[in-house]
């Protein structure tokens, strides 16, 4: 029995051919750290749905790695939701009924651009914690320098909640493979 912590990925349908170039470079670098799952998420009331459809039946076909998507219910109608879940099955994605007893596993999203910290801060309705936005102000201006301190804040909290005993850890990558992979190498995840 294998019992490292779970390693799993998450990427986002991308809107145009770049984007989508930037995720399957980022699935490539990450393949080689052997996540166990890579999920792939679902725009606001299902606006990437057939994006999401895609690039999930295309990562497992690329890849091999276990893939989950994301299934957002609303604005769909029952016959659309089981069109989708028959596209699911048929491109070998596993499907799991409610109430599934399956892990449950942090996300971490590293820091990589403070707009974007604040404005998901604004959206969810929590402040940002003050070490946290004092550490990435002090950073600098450059993206670079915030990158740096995201990947540190990350790897931080990712060692402790690793030692803390949870079963896995799930990243958030942006269809940016480079800050999880710094995160996963600095703590020894792979």
């Not at 990925?9 to 080689?32: H, I, T």
């Not at 792939?40 to 057939?50: E, F, I, K, L, P």
């Not at 409610?98 to 974007?116: E, M, V």
């Not at 946290?132 to 670079?144: C, K, L, M, N, P």
């Amino acid at each position: 029995m294998n019992s490292a912590p779970t390693f799993s990925v998450e990427f986002f349908p991308p809107k145009d051919q770049a984007g989508e170039e930037r995720l399957w470079s980022a699935l490539k670098a990450l393949e080689l750290y052997k996540p166990d799952f890579v999920s792939v998420t679902y725009g606001a009331g299902g606006s990437t749905r057939d994006r999401t459809v895609r690039i999930t039946s295309e990562i497992t076909a690329r890849s091999g790695i276990s893939t989950i998507a994301h299934l957002t219910c609303v604005g769909s109608s029952k016959n659309e939701l089981i069109e989708i879940l028959n596209q699911y099955k048929n491109s070998g994605i596993e499907i799991r009924a409610r109430g599934s007893k399956l892990d449950i596993y942090p996300g971490i999203l590293p820091i990589t651009n403070f707009a974007q910290l604040k404005k998901m801060s604004e959206l969810a309705g929590s402040p940002i914690p003050g070490e946290i936005q004092r550490r990435v102000e002090a950073a600098g201006d450059t993206s670079a320098d915030v990158v740096k301190v995201g990947v540190d804040i990350a790897s931080e909290l990712s060692k402790k909640l690793l030692d803390y005993g949870v079963p896995g850890l799930h990243f958030y990558t942006m269809n940016n493979a480079a800050p999880t992979i710094e995160i996963i190498n600095r703590i020894g995840l792979r």
